[in-house]
């Protein structure tokens, strides 16, 4: 058999998944272009799998199964951070990505708690203070690694 169809279309796949990759902007077709990556990828294996004659029998057909499970996870973890950033950011669009976002100035980098938020709030005559224990005052946590301490004192 001439392997010359199946290679040339795993080819023109791949180059078609690249380019999908390079060129869009939404995040699903995105990972749309690289399952066809993948895809491309399992052709070629099969391919050569019944083309060259290895030492293990059907070894290709055992690596394409392989990447058809690595790309249903890959599938499964892209879409969940798609979702969440479309709720996050209301688009999917790759370039908008914020990929080193700090916080503004003014706010801690470590967010409070909601114990300790309710405890600062409700006060030391409640009987409960930060975190919900009882005895405490409701003032900042001064256990050794607490957060609400300056990175000097910990």
């Given amino acids: 058999m001439r392997p010359v169809i199946p290679y040339v ?3 023109l796949l791949f180059g078609l998944g690249v380019y999908g990759v390079l060129r869009r902007r939404n995040a699903v077709l995105v990972l749309m272009a690289v399952e066809l990556m993948l895809n491309a990828v399992n052709l070629i294996l099969v391919t050569a799998d019944t083309t060259v004659r290895a030492q293990l029998p059907h070894g290709g057909q055992v690596f394409a199964l392989f990447v058809i499970v690595l ?3 890959e599938i499964g973890v892209g879409l969940a951070i798609v979702l969440q950033l479309y709720r996050l950011r209301a688009t999917v669009a790759v370039d908008e990505v ?3 976002e700090r916080p503004p100035l003014g706010r ?3 967010p409070a708690t909601a ?3 309710a405890g600062a709030t409700a006060g030391a005559g409640a009987g409960a203070g930060a ?3 009882l005895g405490s005052t ?3 946590d001064t256990r050794p690694g607490s957060a609400d301490r300056p990175e000097g004192e910990r």
């Fill in 9 to 11: 279309t795993a080819a």
């Fill in 115 to 117: 114990g300790a938020t």
């Fill in 138 to 140: 409701g003032g900042p």
């Fill in 108 to 110: 801690a980098a470590e």
């Fill in 71 to 73: 790309a249903a996870a």
């Fill in 98 to 100: 914020p990929l080193a």
């Fill in 131 to 133: 975190g919900g224990e």
